[in-house]
């Protein structure tokens, strides 16, 4: 850690991790409830879990990427953050809000909620993942002004590079498309239309951006590779991801009442989204074939080209495998969007934060790496939890495949639930796969509480002398 | 990548093709708006239809279901409800009426909301104007 004031992107990872395992816990509650109905019911009916899976997620996602901003920007632009203080008070905010939005989830029936919130004045709840109240979703704006604010004067007054463009591009796109949420028309058509600005835009789009700089900057860090070539790479990726997914948007527009051109577009341009996470993957594995030096810091090199590689099968190969139209018109809504929303979330987003994660955090703790110990253990985190994605993203695919051939791709469809009867056993496999899962995560945390100060000076003392160590971090 | 394509070249293809498809995907959404009505018949967006999309948003019913197809996966997609239960409204409100407070042992089941009749109709009557949204045909059959 090179400034002080990185530290403050502390407190944004812990809560991160915080919240991430309170996201697995309902996603196993849920689990369980696609198969033991009647679990937990109606104290928390599957409609709440869900909410509070997909926000707790969406939420820990926004605190690591605010986490990461914190941390790399000032080492970026070669100057303290231009106030710590700022950023503490927002991290408090965000973090309240936060707790109680979930808690009002919890607590009391949703319907209850948007009447103590006033949802009458500016109806916004109750859409997918945009589930919040409305003061809660105008906290989150303040927030994320403030943030850009305290990160905007950083980068004015400090050394301009292309990963804090980039980054700084991505961050205002995650704002601006958020405001979409607020509007929310009576006609359904045109309601779901706008939805996509912000929920395909996002992790389509302006969320990639960040992506590519996040990796960027750990890939810099790390391999100690040029950085006129990773900038090169860099503008090259989140080019082609903008150049296909923007239109690439209408793959959504195929079914919900909007013209039928869409199903060109969308294919067409959607087709060519795994491009993008295709050059993540060869960008990641380059840089460290190229590296001119051996990072001490093992887990996070590992995070990064897992990241690369998690990212393309989950949202370029799963993303491919459903996005054009006539496949679509069969898998629409079914547990393939859910087995790829799985993979793709947990490769490309939840990867890219635990990789900064994963390289700061020692940093921050005074140490250029953690301890062999300790980074084993993170790496037993690292194969426990993506080799169990890959399974809960298998099984799911399983039950969506035999769901369509018995309710959509046949001449004597079955109703819902009676199909669901069927394919019982996929979702007793994803939820084992997901307890793997969970003792994955808890695995990677214990990895933060193993080793000693000491005992990491003592292995990258012997690391050193072991080969010819060169630019020391 | 080679030498003769430059770290520039790569940023004005960035910024360049960027403010392009901005662009077209603006124009694109202007287009669709025109012709939108045609397909989502709003004429016959009633204050009911309205309310019952309300009602529909404060219950958090896209928490279990999907509607075309969008939502969550627990549940029936109900986008086709209304042709489903013999393009009957009052079959959805009985439905949604009769639902056990305590759930069906063992089973999946949908919450008791305790609606009023006119939040009930006005539910089953944006369910209906739904079903007859131009999908281009989606789903494939009545299950949905
Ligand atoms: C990291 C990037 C991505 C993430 C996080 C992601 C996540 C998701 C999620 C959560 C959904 C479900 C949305 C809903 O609830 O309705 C979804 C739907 C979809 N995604 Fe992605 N996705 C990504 C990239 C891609 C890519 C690159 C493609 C295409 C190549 C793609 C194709 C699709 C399609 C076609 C659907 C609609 C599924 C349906 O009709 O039900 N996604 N994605
Ligand atoms: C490990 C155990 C997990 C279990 C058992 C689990 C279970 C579930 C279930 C049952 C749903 C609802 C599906 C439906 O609507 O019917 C869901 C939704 C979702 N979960 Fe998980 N989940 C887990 C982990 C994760 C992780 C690690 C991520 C991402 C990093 C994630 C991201 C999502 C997303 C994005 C959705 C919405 C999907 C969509 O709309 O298509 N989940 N999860
Ligand atoms: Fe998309």
């Known amino acids: 850690m090179k400034f002080q004031s990185q530290s403050v992107a502390m407190p944004y990872f812990i809560a991160a991790l915080g919240l991430f395992v309170g996201q697995i816990i309902f996603g196993l509650i849920m689990g369980l409830q696609y198969v033991v109905g009647d679990f937990l019911f109606p104290e928390i009916p599957f409609n709440v879990a869900r909410m509070v899976h997909t926000n707790l997620l969406i939420v820990w996602l926004l605190f690591g990427f605010m986490g990461a901003a914190y941390y790399l920007v000032p080492e970026e632009a070669e100057t303290e953050l231009y106030s710590p203080k700022l950023a503490w008070i927002l991290f408090w905010v965000f973090f309240i809000a936060g707790v109680l939005t979930v808690a009002g989830y919890l607590l009391v029936p949703y319907a209850r909620l948007a009447e103590l919130t006033g949802n009458d004045l500016l109806p916004t709840m109750g859409r997918e993942f945009l589930e919040q109240p409305t003061i809660t979703k105008a906290g989150i704006v303040i927030v994320a002004l403030g943030f850009l604010f305290n990160l905007g004067m950083t980068v004015l007054r400090g050394r301009k590079t292309v990963v804090n463009t980039v980054l700084m591009i991505g961050l205002v796109g995650l704002a601006v498309m958020f405001l979409f949420s607020f509007y929310n028309p009576d006609n359904l058509v045109r309601d779901k239309f706008y939805w996509w600005y912000v929920v395909h835009l996002w992790v389509e789009g302006v969320w990639e951006l960040i992506l590519g700089a996040i990796l960027a900057f750990v890939l810099i860090k790390t391999t100690g590779v040029d950085r006129e070539v990773i900038e090169k790479w860099l503008y090259m990726i989140i080019a082609m991801a903008l150049i296909t997914g923007i239109l690439g948007t209408g793959h959504h527009f195929y079914w919900i009442g909007t013209p039928e051109y869409w199903q060109w577009l969308g294919s067409i341009f959607s087709a060519l989204e795994p491009i993008p996470f295709f050059m993540m993957t060869l960008f990641a594995f380059n840089m460290v074939n190229k590296r001119r030096r051996d990072h001490p810091n093992k887990a996070a090199v590992l995070w990064a080209m897992g990241t690369g590689v998690m990212a393309f099968l989950g949202a370029g190969v799963w993303g491919f495998l459903h996005t054009l139209a006539p496949v679509n018109y069969y898998t629409h809504g079914t547990q393939i969007t859910a087995s790829h929303g799985h993979m793709a979330f947990y490769g490309a987003y939840a990867m890219i934060v635990m990789s900064i994660i994963s390289y700061a955090v020692p940093q921050m703790r005074g140490r250029i790496a953690n301890c062999n110990r300790a980074q084993v253990m993170e790496m037993w985190g690292f194969w426990l939890m993506t080799v169990s994605m890959v399974f809960i993203t298998l099984f799911l695919t399983g039950a969506g495949i035999l769901q369509v051939w018995m309710q959509r791709y046949t001449d004597t469809p079955l109703p819902f639930m009676t199909v669901q009867d069927k394919i019982e056993i996929f979702y007793w496999l994803r939820e084992a796969a997901g307890v793997v899962f969970l003792i994955g995560l808890v695995v990677y945390i214990k990895s933060f509480f193993t080793g000693s100060e000491q005992e990491a000076v003592e292995d990258y003392t012997k690391s050193i002398t072991q080969r010819d160590y060169a630019a020391a971090e | ?144």
């Not at chain 2, 529909?56 to 239960?85: M, Q, T």
């Not at chain 2, 089973?107 to 944006?126: G, Y």
């Open chain 2, 1 to 144: 990548m080679n030498e003769t394509f430059t770290k520039s070249m790569a940023r004005n293809i960035f910024y360049g093709g960027s403010l392009f498809f901005i662009l077209v995907f603006i124009g694109l959404t202007l287009h669709t708006e025109r012709v939108l009505p045609e397909r989502d018949h709003r004429e016959n967006i009633t204050p009911e239809v309205i309310l019952g999309k309300k009602i529909w948003e404060e219950n958090n019913c896209i928490g279990c279901h999907s509607l075309l197809g969008e939502g969550a996966y627990f549940a029936p997609e109900l986008g086709n409800v209304y042709k489903r239960f013999g393009n009957s409204t009052a079959a959805i409100v009985g439905f949604i009426k009769s639902r056990p407070v305590e759930g069906i042992p063992g089973r999946r089941s949908m919450p008791q909301f305790n609606l009023t009749d006119e939040e009930l109709q006005a539910l089953a009557e944006f369910l209906k104007w739904t079903s007859e949204v131009n999908t281009s045909n989606w789903p494939p059959n009545i299950q949905g």
